[in-house]
């Protein structure tokens, strides 16, 4: 198994209100908390709204999200990245001297270790389905 990297960078936003300076600033601190514990969060700013009659905050701050694209970057987007190996169309070589081969689904060029084709892991989500 392996994993790759499939993430890009995403602008979020949160708004913080209360009626009163206590729970406003219980929830401050329990987004501030949260921002700071995720590795993935960066570039955090924050603005107070003095115009509204209720406190109220907005948090601005770019996040690292999951961008999957096939069905095999979203398996390995949870750490469930397969090989050739794992899979029953691929036939290796009874030559020690061949590396690569081409697999029974018509890929050519793959060898044990090689990332896992779509049509992979579309037999796993079937076989899921049942």
Do not use: W
């Not at 115009?51 to 469930?80: L, M, N, S, W």
């Amino acid at each position: 198994m392996y994993q790759r990297e499939h993430k890009a960078k995403r602008r979020h936003h949160i708004v913080v209100t209360a009626n009163n300076g206590e729970d406003f600033q219980r929830k401050l601190e329990e987004v501030e908390q949260m921002l700071a514990e995720d590795p993935d969060v960066e570039n955090v700013t924050y603005v107070y709204n003095m115009a509204r009659p209720e406190h109220c905050a907005y948090f601005d701050y770019e996040r690292k999200d999951e961008i999957c694209k096939t069905i095999a970057e979203e398996y390995e987007a949870r750490g469930q990245g397969y090989c050739c190996s794992d899979c029953v169309l691929y036939h290796p070589s009874g030559d020690r001297r061949i590396r690569y081969t081409t697999c029974d689904a018509g890929k050519p060029r793959r060898a044990a270790d090689s990332c896992a084709c779509n049509e992979f892991y579309e037999m796993m989500e079937a076989l899921l389905r049942r």
